[in-house]
């Protein structure tokens, strides 16, 4: 790889000042938030950066084992099961995604001019992809110590969540009971394509209780779900 610009360094400083570690192969940060776009796009101008998917790769795992670890050392009364669904909500894109936003990561990526244009900076695949490509880089860079020192604390906040039943697994499953349970029926779905992605009503009864807008189909009726959910466990609350 090619030397770093100074663009490039006040970028990576920026972002540590911000994690509260200082990598010793600076590079390694740099390639973590290299988007495939960018790389490309350098390569075609006789650059040789290295795109950060072999470091989302690593990266997937060494979060998958923060967050096992945490579990199993901290929540003994844990079971197998419901260890298994806490780590797959945790590691999961949104989750993630969440993390990156926190530290403003979007800030930070680099992108192709094409990627930029289309909202790359706050797509949730490429923000929690880049957050495991962070994780591979602090394993590298400092160990699994220096993963936990600056990961650990985000992740707990969810894992607690999760543990406690704050934060539900499956809005769209926990919908239908509640409005099996209260209202006798089954929630519809009505969603329309539109320049912003889809937008999606959750209608029970002939009353809409939840409007989600995503990039997708599956993510607007399940924000959607979300909404209805709390707008339904808040009112019996009251």
Aim: glycine share 6%; aromatic share 8%; proline share 1%.
């Amino acid at each position: 790889m090619e030397e770093l610009r100074n663009g490039e360094r006040a970028v990576l400083k920026e972002l540590e000042r911000i994690i509260e570690y200082e990598f010793t192969d600076k590079k390694l940060l740099f390639t973590a938030l290299c988007h495939t776009s960018y790389a490309n796009e350098m390569n075609q101008i006789n650059r040789a950066i290295e795109s950060n998917e072999r470091l989302e790769f690593l990266g997937d795992a060494v979060i998958e084992l923060l967050v096992c670890e945490t579990l199993y050392k901290e929540f003994p009364e844990s079971s197998e099961g419901e260890m298994s669904q806490v780590k797959s909500a945790v590691a999961s894109e949104e989750t993630l995604s969440e993390i990156a936003k926190k530290i403003r990561l979007g800030h930070f990526l680099f992108l192709g001019k094409g990627e930029e244009k289309t909202g790359g900076r706050t797509r949730n695949s490429i923000l929690a992809d880049t957050l495991e490509a962070i994780a591979a880089a602090l394993y590298l860079d400092g160990g699994f110590q220096t993963v936990k020192n600056v990961l650990k604390k985000y992740l707990d906040n969810y894992i607690l969540d999760y543990i406690s039943g704050k934060k539900i697994f499956d809005y769209k499953t926990k919908l239908q009971e509640l409005t099996q349970e209260l209202f006798k029926c089954l929630p519809k779905y009505k969603t329309v394509e539109n320049q912003r992605g889809f937008t999606s009503q959750v209608i029970i009864n002939g009353t809409v209780y939840g409007i989600g807008q995503g990039i997708s189909k599956k993510e607007a009726e399940k924000i959607a779900a979300e909404k209805a959910v709390k707008l339904i466990l808040n009112s019996r609350e009251v």
